[in-house]
């Protein structure tokens, strides 16, 4: 597949190293576009569920697939989220092609563009609201695998799949006033002078204009990769909000079921030092071993 050249892509919530992650579309769509800027806005690795046991090959190749683009040129800009807010004490940090901040403006066709998550309006992130927020995030993430086994089921009756994930999103963000989260966001935005406010953190894709008595401005959400699979593209002198059609790539979908290499670097002959060097101790006392000793247990080939 041929790569479609666009000006910007703005993707958010990945929430790699999640079961809810859709890493093979996500691979997918990497591969078929080539941005100037790709802005990688908030929750892209989930930090707050993060596993040892729960990271796959699929999450890795995601990873690869951004660094890709880095090396061909593209200019990557992580901003931080909630989910991944560990990362906020490296903030600034700026080398090659990549860049990580909290918060982005940038200018494009001489109209202000104010990049950040979303997370600082939405009071559940903060205080005893915020240890709720995780138990509740990993429910979520119990949900949406007990959902793909109800889809299972309900392809075998053929009949339609359901997201009972989605549905219950949707009932947390009115819970949780979204509305007033997005018009707290337009309102500053208004007031700093911004023609557009790009967020994430809501898992609701949006493109719209709110307008006060001090103004106006374009209220754009990327919305997420868990269940809407929606990204920004600015390209043609306007944005456009890219929907991911599965039976586009039927003919290029990335085979996931690759193991990885066995790790067999190590020679024989160090191979031989490694394991003799635990039995050499027992034998020596520690200021016993010194430089002599060990040539005699050779690891340079």
């Known amino acids: 597949m041929e790569r479609r050249k666009i000006d910007v892509a703005v993707v958010s919530d990945l929430h790699l190293g999640t079961y809810g992650?859709?890493?093979?579309?996500?691979?997918?769509?990497?591969?078929?576009?080539s941005p100037q800027i790709l802005i990688l806005n908030g929750d892209i690795i989930d930090v707050w569920q993060f596993r040892k046991k729960y990271f796959p090959l699929e999450h890795i190749q995601v990873i690869k697939e951004i660094m890709s683009l880095a090396a061909?040129?593209?200019?990557?800009?992580?901003?931080?989220?909630?989910?991944?807010?560990?990362?906020?004490?490296?903030?600034?940090?700026?080398?090659?092609?990549?860049?990580?901040?909290?918060?982005?403006v940038m200018e494009i066709?001489?109209?202000?563009?104010?990049?950040?998550?979303?997370?600082?309006?939405?009071?559940?992130?903060?205080?005893?609201?915020?240890?709720?927020?995780?138990?509740?995030?990993?429910?979520?993430?119990?949900?949406?695998?007990?959902?793909?086994?109800?889809?299972?089921?309900?392809q075998l009756l053929g009949r339609?799949?359901?997201?009972?994930?989605?549905?219950?999103?949707?009932?947390?963000?009115?819970?949780?006033?979204?509305?007033?989260?997005?018009?707290?966001?337009?309102?500053?935005?208004?007031?700093?002078?911004?023609?557009?406010?790009?967020?994430?953190?809501?898992?609701?894709?949006?493109?719209?204009?709110?307008i006060t008595n001090k103004g106006n401005?374009?209220?754009?959400?990327?919305?997420?990769?868990v269940e809407h699979l929606t990204a920004l593209e600015f390209y043609n002198d306007d944005w456009h909000m890219y929907e991911y059609e599965a039976e586009k790539y039927t003919a290029t979908v990335v085979k996931m079921d690759r193991q990885m290499p066995k790790l067999d670097v190590i020679t024989d002959r160090v191979a031989f030092f490694i394991n003799s060097l635990h039995p050499m101790r027992e034998s020596l006392d520690e200021s016993e071993v010194g430089f002599e000793t060990l040539l005699k247990f050779p690891f340079v080939v």
């Open 160 to 210: 339609e799949k359901m997201s009972l994930s989605k549905m219950v999103m949707e009932k947390v963000n009115k819970a949780a006033s979204v509305n007033k989260f997005e018009q707290t966001a337009a309102e500053i935005a208004i007031e700093k002078k911004y023609d557009y406010v790009i967020c994430g953190h809501i898992h609701e894709p949006q493109m719209r204009c709110v």
């Open 72 to 104: 061909k040129g593209t200019r990557v800009i992580y901003i931080t989220g909630n989910h991944d807010e560990a990362l906020r004490r490296y903030t600034d940090i700026d080398f090659g092609n990549f860049q990580l901040a909290d918060k982005l």
């Open 21 to 33: 992650c859709r890493a093979k579309e996500l691979v997918n769509y990497f591969k078929s576009i």
């Open 217 to 225: 401005v374009t209220y754009l959400n990327s919305g997420d990769w």
């Open 109 to 154: 066709n001489g109209k202000m563009c104010w990049f950040f998550h979303g997370d600082v309006f939405d009071s559940t992130t903060k205080g005893f609201a915020k240890m709720l927020s995780k138990l509740g995030s990993r429910g979520y993430d119990l949900l949406i695998r007990f959902n793909r086994s109800v889809n299972w089921l309900l």
